[in-house]
């Protein structure tokens, strides 16, 4: 059954701490992308990598940082750096740069 | 600048009160536009691709159309259960989202 797994699906984090979100997929796609969503506004990029061992800086990388290191899997690090981490984490993954985006199921970060 | 602007922000229905939702973008060098659906909490789920103007895909009450300016999701005799936030996307020089349509349908 191909798809998109993230976890955990929540996930509370105290300031100061480094946090890892995992993202796997097995539907043999080339890219890979991190979203952020808060309420009320749209989807903003992260990162993404259009090829293993490769990746590139989107609109908000300040305080983030992902590896690609295998095909399947591209986990995004949320560091101490990032000011206002608490969020909805998408990761999405498609054929091409250019084809159909398909999103996992997000997970939601708490800063407490 | 590339953009993509949807409305209305937000949208109530009677069940079987046809309708339709508004994706404007302005890009360069169009090379898809994807609609999606988003319930509370999940990700989106994928709906159509259209490449072209004139253009047209269906699925169950839902059809949607493109022209070189704008696309359209018409929902006809919607039902509660199409209640969710629609996402319009563009694949110009990179990805961009609009910040969607939250469709309530009302019994």
């Known amino acids: 059954d191909g798809g998109i797994t993230q976890s955990p699906k929540y996930l509370f984090r105290k300031e100061g701490q480094n946090v890892t979100l995992s993202c796997e997929q097995n539907l043999n796609h080339d890219a890979m992308y991190w979203y952020r969503q808060d309420p009320g506004q749209g989807l903003r990029l992260i990162y993404y990598?259009?090829?293993?061992?490769?990746?590139q800086k989107g609109d908000i990388a300040e305080g983030y940082s992902v590896s690609r290191e295998k095909k399947e899997s591209f986990p995004l690090t949320v560091t101490s750096a990032q000011k206002n981490p608490t969020a909805f984490y998408l990761c999405?993954?498609?054929?091409?740069?250019?084809?159909?985006?398909?999103f996992g199921p997000g997970t939601r970060l708490t800063v407490l | 600048e590339d953009q993509v602007t949807q409305s209305p922000e937000a949208l109530r229905l009677q069940e079987g009160e046809s309708s339709s939702l508004n994706c404007s973008y302005t890009v360069s060098g169009l090379r898809g536009l994807f609609w999606y659906r988003q319930d509370p909490g999940k990700g989106p789920e994928f709906l159509f691709t259209l490449y072209s103007a004139g253009e047209e895909k269906e699925k169950e009450r839902l059809k949607a159309t493109l022209t070189k300016k704008e696309s359209f999701l018409h929902i006809t005799a919607p039902k509660p259960e199409d209640s969710a936030t629609y996402l319009c996307a563009v694949s110009g020089n990179q990805f961009y989202f609009g910040t969607g349509t939250s469709l309530t349908v009302i019994p």
């Open positions: 999405a993954s498609s054929f091409t740069s250019d084809s159909e985006q398909f």
């Open positions: 990598s259009q090829i293993v061992n490769d990746f």
